[in-house]
């Protein structure tokens, strides 16, 4: 799954249909984003994501590296 938002809902056990709570869960994955910033994980410009349309590989680039941070 290469979507971020889907697959913290399929996380949660959300399907990506049900939208009801992707602002919420936008917002909380955006605060780990930032986390992760302060952490220097990730671009130094730091990152958002604002819909589905956002994917791992945006984030992560081709670094295998960062892998675990999707369950984070």
Partial sequence: MDSILDSVKKMLGITSEYEQFD??????????????????????????IADKSNKWIDFMGADKTLEAIKSY
């Fill in 23 to 48: 602002k919420d869960i936008i917002m909380h994955i955006n605060s780990v984003f930032t986390i992760l910033n302060q952490l220097g994980v990730g671009p130094d410009e730091g990152f958002t």
